[in-house]
């Protein structure tokens, strides 16, 4: 089993819609959960990160974790086509502090 | 200025060949990372610094080595390359006493490596 897992992809959705990204991961001892957006050829960007159970939102971005389902998500509402992109999930360990990634999501938003 | 800067942003080389990556930073961070990317296995951990004293292997440490000359400055050496080292390279940084202890890691622009 992966540390962390998510669906390759691609993800396909419409302009407009909202993407529901997921990610779920191995050790109960993480205590911190990221998501970062990568475009073809650059550098991963951080969009989200969250610590507590439950829902974080920061414009049209929500993260949500439930730890006692080792499982955090990432919501993009109102999809636009720049939102396109691999969307990595980054969970750090308990007892190292190292960030260990899924090996990403890749989001197509068609016009 | 980039505050995460990587030299050279691609390479190409033999196998057998010596090459060094280089990562230089402005943030004033102590924690550097070395990352490979490989197409559908994500980002893989290969070295990390927290101080300049410190130096930790991460997953895939073999074949590679590093060496932390300053805070600001991290190299990662390939000391004879095969050309399953071809992939994408990231520096990161992170500082976990900023922003209420997140230790959010920051990514340099990458250099992308094929060894032939």
């Known amino acids: 089993q992966k540390e962390v897992e998510q669906n390759s992809g691609p993800l396909s959705v419409p302009e407009g819609a909202i993407a529901s990204l997921n990610c779920t991961y191995s050790d109960r001892g993480s205590q911190s959960f990221f998501w970062y957006r990568q475009y073809s050829g650059k550098s991963p960007e951080l969009i989200m990160s969250i610590y507590s159970n439950g829902d974080k939102e920061d414009g049209r971005f929500t993260a949500q974790l439930n730890k006692a389902s080792q499982y955090v998500s990432l919501l993009i509402r109102d999809s636009q086509p720049s939102d396109s992109a691999t969307y990595l999930c980054?969970?750090?360990?308990?007892?190292?502090?190292?960030?260990?990634f899924g090996q990403g999501t890749t989001l197509q938003v068609k016009p | 200025d980039a505050d995460v800067t990587q030299t050279p942003r691609n390479r190409i080389t033999k196998t057998g060949k010596r090459i060094m990556l280089e990562c230089s930073q402005t943030?004033?961070?102590?924690?550097m990372y070395w990352y490979r990317q490989d197409p559908g296995l994500g980002l893989r951990l290969i070295y990390y610094?927290?101080?300049?004293?410190?130096?930790n292997k991460g997953e895939i440490s073999d074949g590679y080595s590093v060496s932390r000359q300053a805070q600001a400055k991290f190299s990662l050496s390939l000391e004879s390359a095969i050309p399953n080292q071809t992939a994408l390279y990231f520096c990161a940084t992170s500082d976990p006493g900023a922003g209420g202890g997140t230790d959010t890691q920051y990514f340099g622009p990458g250099t992308r490596l094929t060894v032939l």
């Open positions: 610094s927290f101080d300049v004293k410190d130096i």
């Open positions: 980054a969970v750090r360990g308990g007892n190292t502090g190292k960030l260990i």
């Open positions: 943030k004033g961070h102590d924690r």
